[in-house]
């Protein structure tokens, strides 16, 4: 497993404010319907686990649990409680391991196309008592049955490690699965040069961009997180200032991160969303749309032109553009369907 993949720690708060939204009109090919935005969605969805992998330095093994939405393929947040037990097969439970079997709340995002995350739980120093019994690790979600992977003669006594009488099995985290992927890009002022956004919110000039061009780098997210921290939500888009001095990078949570002159006029990170947030676009004022993958549409210093928040989609949104005046946008699903709101017009789709 990628070293990459395994993060021990997060440490990060976003803002949330409240948005207000009104009606609007969508043009689907010749056809025009009234809608409301319901961004968060009608449902979640629930979880199903793999198999468990463990690995291990310094003292601690992390047993990282890989997840899947229960309905395969669905774009959704899953907000679910989960529980890492350290025991026997019969179910003794070492009685120095603290959070051992303590059920903790997580959010997982799944993606359009993309991988599930991990879960990632530490144990660490990996002792118990007594440490010569074969334990296992079991991993649960509510609504769903436990899955396990062996660790016998894996513990060690705590003595081992020193002057400790206990250990921990830390709360689990969500890790970002392949946090190099590119996701998105976003071009500078006067099309002289563009940045592309990785999945973990680390953000590079294109190489012959850098070079010749004038896109400046002003930051990206593993620069603002405490060291070691990263996400546990992926960064899934992008977009810069009108002036090409800033930009913002949005992750699925609906969490926004702002670098230069690119003013923060607000996020959902902090609101509980039943769709992943999918992309977002800027206007020509300096404010931002944000889309999820239902089509509903969350406004910053943008008016609001309408969604699909309440229209039941064949496939999942996964991507918006604005247009040049910013009075309109596009969304596009993964069919290729195109929904075309404000001033935008409609020329066709792949869908």
Not at 66 to 90: D, F, H, R
Not at 104 to 116: E, K, L, N, R
Not at 210 to 225: K, T
Request: aromatic share 10%; hydrophobic share 40%.
């Amino acid at each position: 497993m990628s070293d990459s993949r395994v993060h021990l720690k997060r440490r990060f708060l976003r803002l949330a404010v409240a948005v207000a939204v009104v009606p609007g009109t969508l043009a689907i090919a010749a056809v025009s319907l009234t809608v409301g935005s319901a961004a968060a969605g009608a449902a979640g969805c629930g979880v199903v686990l793999g198999t468990p992998q463990s690995t291990g330095a310094l003292g601690s093994i992390v047993f990282v649990v890989p997840t899947a939405p229960a309905v395969a393929g669905e774009a959704c947040n899953a907000n679910v409680s989960v529980t890492g037990t350290i025991a026997t097969a019969g179910g003794t439970r070492p009685s120095n391991v603290v959070g051992n079997g303590v059920p903790s709340s997580v959010t997982i995002s799944f993606m359009p196309g993309q991988p599930g995350p991990d879960l990632l739980w530490q144990w660490s120093p990996h002792c118990a008592d007594p440490a010569s019994l074969p334990y296992d690790f079991f991993a649960s979600v509510q609504g769903s049955g436990a899955t396990s992977i062996s660790i016998a003669g894996a513990a060690s006594p705590c003595s081992s490690f020193g002057n400790v009488s206990s250990a921990t099995l830390h709360a689990p985290i969500v890790s970002v699965p392949n946090p190099e992927t590119y996701v998105g890009m976003a071009g500078g002022d006067g099309n002289l040069g563009y940045w592309l956004v990785r999945r973990g919110g680390g953000v590079s000039p294109d190489g012959g961009v850098y070079a010749f061009g004038d896109a400046a780098f002003y930051g990206s997210v593993p620069g603002v997180l405490p060291p070691g921290a990263s996400l546990n939500q992926p960064v899934v888009g992008i977009a810069s200032t009108q002036d090409g001095k800033g930009y913002w990078m949005v992750a699925s949570d609906g969490g926004v991160f702002s670098f230069g002159d690119a003013h923060f006029w607000g996020s959902v990170g902090g609101t509980h969303l039943n769709k992943p947030v999918v992309g977002m676009a800027q206007n020509n004022v300096g404010g931002y749309w944000l889309v999820a993958s239902d089509g509903g549409i969350f406004s910053f210093n943008a008016t609001f032109y309408g969604s699909t928040g309440s229209i039941v989609l064949n496939q999942p949104v996964t991507g918006m553009a604005a247009t040049n005046d910013g009075n309109g946008y596009w969304m596009v699903a993964a069919d290729g369907g195109i929904f075309a709101f404000g001033d935008a017009p409609f020329w066709g789709s792949g869908g």
